[in-house]
């Protein structure tokens, strides 16, 4: 078997790469440069300046390391995309430009994959749940249908920027991560807004009240420390529920963040708990850098070939699941249960239970060990209680849902009623679809946001659709949040059969019938929010 060799070219954003890898798998070179702002956050010009100045010097000494000539080189691969467009458009011109001079193939890859494929070979992962956190990206990813998919992402900004600018608003410095990190091993926990809703996660709020802690002169080390296990709490959670969806049992953490330790701990902490293996790169390969390129770049010419020069134009807000993905062997372990257990969630054991001679399930919100005890009790609590009110007003709204037995706010626990029935996961058509989009429709005029409407979470019982699991849910009359609430079910179904899932998502909509919210649904997905 002939092996081939591709040198990739990063410039996304701060960080300069140039990565020499071959088809086996063995890394040759990996030279790089970082773009350290004297002042203020990543300015695009600059970043591209930067690059512009280094990539010209770090082709030759990544070919010196390698001890290969410029003739040994089989591919030119660079990132397309996401990321500061300037940035991409150097990176773009000097890979043409060392493709046109060679003479050899080119190509562009999609940046975010980049992290994850080399997480792979450096870790040995074959399908794992990635939580890939950046400055400019923050998404949980998992390979469903053919591509990789977004299960939850960022509604604002990315962890890292949360992160930097904080360092820079308060005079920590830049990148604020490794500062936040130090400081916090010293503090104590001050409450924060804790924002998951459904799969995603909001920071832009937990930013405001941290600077705002500041401001009143509340002890750094007590900032920081609650600022981090908040934040890592919320990412951790939401890779949790991507975990439990898609019954994976590999979880991945990649992108810089990844050099957190308290990250670290408590993502491994959380796979263990669901009997999952937890995987790292090494240090070196978490950050942007030229390896990952190179390597994605062989994976996506042996599948495409090479690009023509006319296909070579940057992609500055270039999905994740936008790029088909044939390589991936998706077989999966499924985790054994026990026998008094229906089910595992992100959020609670759901186990068998009787109540006056009914059938009848608990709901056992138990204590999550990557989190702290005061975010722990105070989310298990809340909803909890919440949960318990929403079942109740959802059932005034016209919509059915399990009968609730007991609240026991004091173990964090619900009883009520069995639902048995299937799956609408296991049964879904266009007709049901829309049917759904009814009864959501009912929820959401009576101010009530499910917060986890996923194909899981719909039974049907003797034709009757029962929506279960309001763990997530809260009261809300906003678009924004309908929608959000909406987009949950739209990531589930694409989870199930993704050619299939727009048609019935299209159908939800239709039941739904309200043109607002669905505009509402169009503006979220057009933000941006998966680039730099």
Not at 129 to 147: D, F, H, K, P, T
Not at 262 to 278: D, V
Request: aromatic residues 6%; proline residues 3%; hydrophobic residues 40%.
């Amino acid at each position: 078997m002939i092996v081939l060799i591709s040198l990739g070219i990063e410039g996304t954003a701060e960080k300069t790469g140039v990565g020499i890898v071959d088809s086996d798998g063995n890394i040759l070179a990996m030279a790089g440069k970082q773009l350290f702002p004297e002042e203020g956050g990543i300015h695009p010009r600059i970043a591209a300046e930067h690059h512009a100045k280094w990539i010209p010097e770090l082709i030759p000494q990544a070919i010196e390391e390698s001890g290969l000539s410029y003739d040994d080189i089989d591919l030119i691969s660079f990132s397309q995309g996401p990321g500061l467009g300037p940035a991409l458009r150097i990176v773009a011109t000097s890979a043409r430009s060392l493709a046109l001079s060679l003479n050899k193939p080119i190509i562009g890859v999609n940046h975010c994959i980049g992290h994850v494929e080399v997480g792979k070979l450096d870790t040995g992962a074959k399908n794992p749940v990635s939580l890939y956190v950046s400055g400019g990206n923050s998404q949980v990813i998992a390979y469903e249908s053919g591509r990789y998919r977004i299960f939850g992402e960022t509604l604002d900004i990315a962890i890292g920027n949360c992160l930097d600018h904080f360092g820079r608003e308060t005079g920590l410095g830049h990148p604020g991560g490794p500062v936040i990190e130090k400081l916090a091993k010293e503090g104590s926990y001050i409450d924060l807004p804790y924002v998951v809703k459904g799969m995603d996660f909001s920071f832009s709020g937990l930013l405001s009240a941290a600077l705002r802690e500041a401001e009143k002169g509340t002890p750094m080390e007590d900032i920081c420390f609650s600022l981090q296990e908040t934040a890592f709490a919320m990412l951790v959670e939401v890779t949790e529920r991507a975990l439990s969806h898609t019954q994976k049992d590999e979880v991945m953490l990649c992108g810089g963040v990844s050099a957190n330790s308290r990250l670290r701990e408590m993502l491994k902490t959380m796979s263990e708990e669901h009997g999952a293996k937890f995987y790292m790169p090494e240090m070196k390969l978490c950050g942007d850098n030229g390896v990952m390129i190179a390597w994605l770049g062989l994976l996506m010419c042996k599948e495409f070939g090479p690009m023509d020069l006319s296909q070579t134009g940057i992609i500055q807000k270039f999905r994740t699941d936008e790029v088909d993905i044939p390589w991936i062997d998706n077989s999966k372990s499924y985790l054994k249960l026990s026998d008094d257990l229906i089910a595992k969630g992100a959020e609670s054991n759901i186990v068998k239970a009787n109540y006056l001679g009914e059938k009848a399930v608990l709901k056992d919100r138990v204590p999550k060990n990557y989190r702290i005890s005061e975010i722990d009790n105070k989310i298990r609590k809340a909803r909890c209680k919440e949960e318990a009110k929403l079942l109740s007003d959802a059932k005034r709204a016209g919509v059915k849902t399990p009968i609730l037995y007991d609240v026991d706010l004091n173990n964090k626990s619900i009883l009520m009623e069995e639902i048995e029935g299937v799956m609408v996961k296991d049964v879904i058509d266009e007709k049901l679809s829309f049917r759904i989009g009814e009864e959501i429709s009912k929820l959401h005029s009576a101010g009530i946001i499910h917060g986890d409407i996923t194909s899981s979470n719909v039974m049907l019982q003797d034709d009757n659709l029962v929506f279960i699991d309001f763990g997530l849910g809260r009261y809300s009359s906003l678009d924004e949040d309908k929608a959000v609430d909406l987009l949950v079910l739209k990531k589930s179904l694409q989870s199930i059969d993704y050619n299939l899932a727009l048609d019935y998502f299209d159908a939800v909509l239709k039941g739904y019938d309200n043109d607002s919210v669905v505009n509402k649904i169009d503006d979220i997905e057009s933000r941006g929010r998966y680039t730099h």
